[in-house]
């Protein structure tokens, strides 16, 4: 059975610091494209953070170098380290797998982690 597990998130303060992990379970997840999403109240979901079977990484331009996508293969799990939070970066965290390894359509995915920034 496929499955994608987060934790990590939590409520922290602004300026602060989180470490968000994905547990992945079912598939490998060293050869297929990873991505972190997000998912604010009001707001449409944004891809944050993708990393694909070549380790080829892009970012969204809201998060530049603030967010640090990551994975241990043998450990199966993904990571997102996000510095310097911001209330805006408040919202519900969801790692996604796309089996086919071409970060186009993220058929796996978690249930979340909440990350909320206070001010």
Do not use: H
Request: charged share 15%; glycine share 10%; hydrophobic share 35%.
């Amino acid at each position: 059975e496929v499955q994608l597990v987060e934790s990590g998130g939590g409520l922290v303060q602004e300026g602060g610091s989180l470490r968000l992990s994905c547990a992945a379970s079912g598939f490998t997840l060293g050869t297929s494209c990873m991505g972190w999403f997000r998912l604010a109240p009001g707001k449409g979901r944004e891809r944050v953070a993708t990393i694909d079977a070549l380790s080829s990484i892009t970012y969204a331009a809201s998060v530049t170098s603030r967010f640090t996508i990551s994975r241990t293969n043998d450990a199966n799990t993904l990571y997102l380290m996000i510095n310097s939070l911001t209330p805006e970066d408040t919202a519900m965290y969801y790692c996604a797998a796309d089996w086919t390894g071409r970060c186009l359509s993220f058929n796996s995915w978690g249930q979340g982690t909440q990350v909320t920034v206070s001010s």
